[in-house]
């Protein structure tokens, strides 16, 4: 069974920076996609960064240039470098590990960790 688990959110000051962790457990991680997702208060769940089994990266034109999706296959890892944030980034963000279809979509993961929270004050 696939876990994933998130770390490193808080609170942080408008044009802070903070780095969000996925551990991920019970399958083969360097072939395994991940996406980061988010969902503020009374949202949907809206997709934040995408990184594919080849370190090939895709980002919504909302975080594009402030976020930076990694991974780590030695530790099993993928990461989210957000810089610059705003407080419109407040939210809580998910991993997911993805499935098949197109990684803009929630649909397309079947495997999700529990959250970690991210605010941002102005």
């Known amino acids: 069974q696939v876990q994933l688990v998130e770390s490193g959110g808080g609170l942080v000051q408008a044009g802070g920076s903070l780095r969000l962790s996925c551990a991920v457990s019970?399958?083969?991680?360097?072939?395994?996609?991940m996406g980061w997702f988010r969902q503020a208060p009374g949202k949907e769940r809206e997709f934040a960064a995408f990184i594919n089994w080849s370190g090939s990266t895709y980002y919504p034109d909302s975080v594009k240039g402030r976020f930076t999706i990694s991974r780590d296959n030695a530790k099993n890892t993928v990461y989210l470098q957000m810089n610059n944030l705003k407080p419109e980034d407040t939210a809580v963000y998910y991993c997911?590990?993805?499935?098949?279809?197109?990684?803009?979509?929630?649909?397309?993961?079947?495997?999700w960790g529990q959250g970690t929270q991210v605010t941002v004050s102005s």
């Open positions: 019970g399958r083969t991680f360097s072939n395994y996609a």
């Open positions: 997911a590990g993805f499935s098949s279809g197109s990684y803009y979509y929630t649909r397309s993961y079947d495997a």
